[in-house]
């Protein structure tokens, strides 16, 4: 796997909702994505901090794009299923970082373990989910 090639790739072929969230794709491997997202005034609760919905997103798309970069190019990915730990609150203002590593890569199905940290390294969430790999008709 060429690791800049695909950075430059994945940056490029953002889709709309992932360009909406500002989503930036900052390393990738084949066992591990990271990625950065600054919590905008537009991604808030009430209480100045980062939705969840927000934060679940950033680490589904770092699941899924991880996933993408780990299966043959003619299949395609879904998330079949997805758990969420809130640990602290994420502030307004701050770019957060996640890391998503493997946890298990079968033909059929990968699981990807995320973790959101903000700015002062303190861990936010812990995301763990599993795709589904469809194979090309």
Do not use: Y
Not at 50 to 78: K, R, V, W, Y
């Amino acid at each position: 796997m060429d690791s800049l090639a695909t950075l430059l790739q994945i940056n490029k072929d953002r889709p709309p909702f992932i360009k909406l969230l500002g989503i930036k794709f900052t390393s990738v491997s084949e066992d591990q994505l990271e990625a950065e997202m600054f919590v905008r005034d537009d991604m808030i609760t009430p209480r100045d901090t980062c939705h969840g919905g927000a934060l679940m997103s950033f680490a589904d798309t770092m699941g899924a794009f991880s996933t993408i970069a780990n299966m043959p190019e003619d299949a395609s990915t879904l998330t079949m299923e997805s758990k969420t730990n809130f640990l602290r609150a994420a502030p307004m203002g701050q770019t957060l970082r996640g890391v998503c590593s493997a946890v298990h890569k079968g033909r059929r199905t990968q699981v990807w373990r995320t973790e959101i940290f903000r700015e002062d390294g303190k861990l936010v969430a812990v995301v763990t989910q599993t795709q589904m790999v469809i194979a090309a008709e």
